[in-house]
Each structure stands twice: as structure tokens, then as C-alpha cells.
């Protein structure tokens, strides 16, 4: 199998040219693939495949093995991916993912796509549909007990499910330990991808993630904006203006329209290296 590892702020994946290949056991796959000592080392696998309703389709497994819906950095990756290798031969590209079909502006430097900016579509704010246990419509800076400690969580649907929880560090959180709690708490029925919060300034957010499937990882686009969304639904930040999201992988810029009720992030795409590895051993 000839794959490309790229990354978007340290979110990393390796990805894999299905007009070309095909992957059986697409699961079995990004679970070896993923192992950072006996495989490539990822977050995951993405495969880009053809697709009847946009320019190309992406499907995503998390190292853990399960299917994603949706990532922020990894379409980002997958719109490179497609113009670097000739896939598409435009600037603004539609990409099918299980949220939904998502548009994509290209920004190109000699001929290679340096960022991408996506219109990553509107927020979902309603719990049942996010999903989150609650008897409100919205759960927004609503307490949650979580190991014995009350914390406040606001929640958001980017085509995953987010949990926000805001506070005065992040640097020192020990996420290893409450990161799992809150995937697999009993209030979120398909887990959840939780972010942790200190807001620096009205324009500027730092955060920590801790993704359902992978555990805690560099950057998460789709938390990004839930965070950008939660943070001007509690009134931390201004309106209709952009958010400088900062992550352990680096800086995200998130601008939540009101008016057009959809989601704008901006973010460099990187290629890391490409290969080939044989995977006829998951066959046996």
C-alpha cells in the first residue's frame, strides 16, 4: 500500500489514494498504521476516495480502529492531498465526508497547497442530536459531575460531538486522567471529544483536546470551532469576529457567522513523507 503522512498543526494521518488502492479492513489498517513503534505512527487513517457527489470523498478511522465522521485538520490534509497529486485541478474543491459535503479554499504557493480554508458548515446545538443527556434543548455552561468534581461544560456538534469545559490552566491539566472520564461518560451516549479551555484574551483561545478514539493530540479542527462557537455562546469573545484557537500543534483561525450560521477555519496542511508498506500480513 503507498501512503502519504501529512499533518495539520500536529494532527497526523496517513493517507492513502483509493482512485488507486484499495484497503481492505480499513479498521485493521488504521490500527497498525497508527502504532508509533511498530507502524507509521498517526492519529489515524484517511482514505480519499472517489465519490458521485463531490470532488472526492474522505473516509477516516481513528487509531483505535473506529470510524470518524469528521476532522478539521485531516480535510484540510485531504485537499493537498488531492491537489498536490493531481486528483483536482481547482482552488475550490467540495470533499463528501459522513457530515455532511464540506467546501474548501485552497491558498497555492509554486504549485503545492500551502492552507486551506473550510467551510466547515453549521454548528449543532441541540443536545439530542449531538448527543448529550440533558433535560435542557441546549446544554451550554451546564454542570456535569465527572469523578466526584462539578465542572461546567457547553456542548457542540461539528459533525462530532464536543464537550467545552473552561479553565484557568490547561498547561498543567493532568488530561491522561480526566480526558477518559469525559469520553466515557455516562451522559454522552456515543462518547465525546472533549476540549479544555483557558481564554487568553476576547480574540485568543488556548486548548488542550482529548479526542474519542486517539486520546489527547496535537490539535483537533472540529474542536477548534466548537470552542470558538461555546466561547461566544458563554460571551468570552467577540461576535462575527475571528478566533485565534491556539493548540499544542499551533494556531487555527476560527470565524463563526452568525448570520450565515456557519463555521470558517483556516490552518496549514503539511506532507511529512510518502511510502509504501506491506500490509498482506492483516490478509492472514
Not at 136 to 164: D, F, R, W
Not at 256 to 284: C, H
Request: hydrophobic share 40%; with cysteine.
Amino acid at each position: 500500500m503507498k501512503f502519504t503522512k501529512m499533518q495539520g498543526i500536529g494532527n497526523d494521518y496517513v493517507y492513502v489514494d483509493c482512485f488507486q488502492e484499495t484497503v481492505n479492513n480499513p479498521s485493521a489498517v488504521a490500527k497498525f498504521v497508527s502504532d508509533r513503534h511498530f507502524g507509521i505512527g498517526s492519529d489515524g487513517l484517511i482514505l480519499v476516495k472517489p465519490s458521485d457527489v463531490a470532488d472526492c470523498e474522505m473516509d477516516m478511522y481513528n487509531l483505535d480502529g473506529s470510524q470518524g465522521a469528521m476532522c478539521g485538520n485531516g480535510i484540510r490534509c485531504v485537499a493537498k492531498f488531492a491537489y498536490d497529486k493531481g486528483i483536482v485541478h481547482k482552488k475550490n474543491i467540495s470533499v463528501a465526508t459522513k457530515s455532511g459535503i464540506k467546501y474548501l479554499e485552497l491558498t497555492v504557493k509554486n504549485n503545492k497547497v500551502s492552507s486551506v480554508k473550510v467551510n466547515m458548515g453549521s454548528p449543532i446545538l441541540n443536545a439530542k442530536t449531538i448527543p448529550v443527556v440533558s433535560e435542557k434543548e441546549q446544554v451550554i455552561n451546564e454542570p456535569l459531575t465527572v469523578n466526584g468534581e462539578t465542572y461546567h461544560i457547553t456542548a457542540v456538534s461539528m459533525g462530532n460531538p464536543h464537550a467545552i469545559v473552561y479553565m484557568d490552566d490547561v498547561k498543567n491539566l493532568n488530561i491522561a486522567e480526566i480526558g477518559p472520564m469525559f469520553e466515557n461518560h455516562i451522559n454522552f451516549p456515543d462518547r465525546i471529544n472533549t476540549e479544555f479551555v483557558k481564554v487568553i484574551d476576547r480574540h485568543t483561545l488556548q486548548m488542550r483536546v482529548w479526542e474519542r478514539g486517539s486520546g489527547e493530540t496535537l490539535a483537533c479542527g472540529t474542536g477548534a470551532c466548537a470552542v470558538a462557537v461555546a466561547s461566544t455562546l458563554n460571551g468570552l469573545v467577540d461576535e462575527d469576529v475571528p478566533v485565534t484557537v491556539k493548540l499544542l500543534g499551533g494556531d487555527l483561525e476560527i470565524l463563526w457567522n452568525r448570520q450565515e450560521n456557519l463555521v470558517y477555519m483556516t490552518g496549514p496542511a503539511t506532507t511529512v513523507f510518502e511510502g509504501e508498506i506491506d500490509l498482506s500480513f492483516l490478509e492472514k
